[in-house]
């Protein structure tokens, strides 16, 4: 099974300030979701990366998946409070479409 | 930390008949129950939230009539897809979250169902 790691664990930032959040597998990726989840409900999707070295943008937030599919970031840029949440990265093992997820980056932005 | 499961782990069904699917937290309780669907090569869609002992709160798009969500324990949700269908053919999973957890959600390994 798939095993991926997330860093950090939690992350405070100032209003206005980028950030940048790991998720590491220890195997090749076949696909890599990022996931937002707001306290008390699901999770909202937010970019879904399949290629090596594939970058997608929506907003403020950008992730790219490097080019060996095993890692990917999540870089928010200007970040505000609507952005605070746990954001948790998924990966699919190939051909099962089976999802692993990370165990979470829990942001706070301060206003 | 925080375990979830779900039961059975591969279902598959003939068409017309309806199938269920248990998720179970198992060392805390969950006040609230989530119902995932994921299609191939997409994401997961949330199809309904559930609270212990109220009725279950569906996504747009989603038929109530056609997945009925029982959320009659703390411990325990329930998914029915009546008259399964083929394109009813999908991973489901379901996650909880606790009050206790800071309402961290923990994931169920999933149940992938064939309708036949």
């Known amino acids: 099974s798939q095993e991926l790691e997330q860093s950090p664990q939690s992350l405070i930032v100032q209003e206005g300030k980028n950030l940048t959040i790991n998720c590491t597998s220890s195997k090749t990726l076949y696909g890599l979701y990022w996931y937002k989840q707001k306290y008390g409900e699901g999770l909202i999707f937010l970019m879904m990366l399949q290629k090596g070295g594939e970058e997608k943008s929506h907003e403020k937030i950008t992730a790219k998946l490097d080019e060996k599919k095993q890692q990917s970031s999540l870089h928010i840029t200007a970040s505000q409070p609507s952005h605070a949440g746990i954001y948790l990265c998924?990966?699919?093992?190939?051909?099962?479409?089976?999802?692993?997820f990370g165990t979470g980056t829990r942001l706070t932005v301060i206003p | 930390g925080a375990v979830v499961s779900q039961h059975p782990s591969r279902v598959i069904c003939k068409s017309g008949t309806s199938v269920k699917i248990e998720c179970r937290s198992l060392?805390?309780?969950?006040?609230?129950m989530f119902w995932y669907r994921q299609f191939p090569k997409k994401s997961l869609m949330l199809m309904a939230t559930s609270n212990e002992g109220s009725k279950a709160t569906y996504e747009q798009g989603v038929e109530k009539d056609k997945f009925l969500i029982n959320h009659a324990s703390l411990t325990l949700s329930t998914l029915t897809v009546t008259s399964a269908h083929p394109e009813d053919s999908s991973f489901y999973i379901c996650?909880?979250?606790?009050?206790?957890?800071?309402?961290?959600?923990?994931f169920g390994p999933g149940t992938r169902l064939t309708v036949l």
């Open positions: 998924g990966a699919a093992e190939t051909g099962a479409n089976n999802l692993f």
């Open positions: 996650s909880a979250t606790s009050v206790s957890s800071y309402n961290e959600q923990f």
């Open positions: 060392d805390f309780q969950a006040t609230t």
